[in-house]
């Protein structure tokens, strides 16, 4: 059963830090990409930061310079590093892969950032 399980989220000050995993139940290299999509309360989801299978990486503008999306091979396993947090960008965040047919959701980990 393919499963994306994320944790990591929390309650952090602004500016302060929080790094989210998103651990697959089988190789990250069997999905064309990778990445984090956020809802923010009364908003659509939006696209985070991806990685694509090749390994380039795309990042939404607002959070550009301060969130770092990787992967651990060995681990299965995705993250994203979210430094200089505001609290714009509390949300739920949610783990994402996309192969040819079909696309794979986690259950989603919640980022509050206080002011």
């Known amino acids: 059963q393919v499963q994306l399980v994320e944790s990591g989220g929390g309650l952090v000050q602004a500016g302060g830090s929080l790094r989210l995993s998103c651990a697959a139940s089988e190789s990250i290299f069997s999905y064309i990409d990778m990445g984090w999509y956020r809802r923010a309360p009364g908003k659509t989801r939006e696209l985070v930061a991806l990685?694509?299978?090749?390994?380039?990486?795309n990042y939404a503008s607002s959070v550009k310079g301060r969130f770092t999306i990787s992967r651990v091979t060995a681990n299965n396993t995705v993250y994203l590093q979210m430094n200089s947090l505001k609290p714009e960008d509390t949300a739920v965040y949610y783990c994402?892969?996309?192969?040819?047919?079909?696309?794979?959701w986690g259950q989603g980990t919640q980022v509050t950032v206080s002011s």
């Open positions: 990685i694509t299978r090749g390994g380039n990486t």
């Open positions: 994402n892969a996309e192969e040819t047919l079909r696309s794979y």
